[in-house]
């Protein structure tokens, strides 16, 4: 992926997925995490049916939740505290796109974008060509 313009790889990705109610409604929630402690990057699609090969969009909200179905779950620039999110109440709506070309037992990949913003702050950054292979 890049981050403002600048290529960022991670040797492993992996996915954690699963089920939760909100009231009486069952939600499915896919986090995709990349890379180690210190240096990481995340997404997250929350739908309220199963998660299958798709594009999931910030703009669309997951009717169980309120929440928008995908999200740039965090970045932490190496070397540094700092972490970036794409969503926290009384923010703008960052537009985010979190596509699965391919999901099934085994495996997912996927392309995603989108911007960051720093926790605490507001400062913003854009994440293009996001490209991942997780372990599922």
Partial sequence: MKVDGVLKEYDSCWILSFQ?????QIYYQNN???GRPGNYAGAAVNNIAPIKAATYLSTVKNTATGLPMAYLGAYRAPGSDDIYISYQAGWPLYDI?????????????????GKLR???????????????????
């Fill in 20 to 24: 939760q109610a909100a009231g009486a």
């Fill in 32 to 34: 995709i995490l990349c």
């Fill in 97 to 113: 796109s979190i596509t699965f070309t391919e999901y099934n037992s085994e495996y997912a990949t996927g392309k995603f974008s």
């Fill in 118 to 136: 720093l926790i605490g702050g507001s400062k913003v950054m854009e994440v293009t060509e996001g490209e991942f292979r997780a372990l599922n």
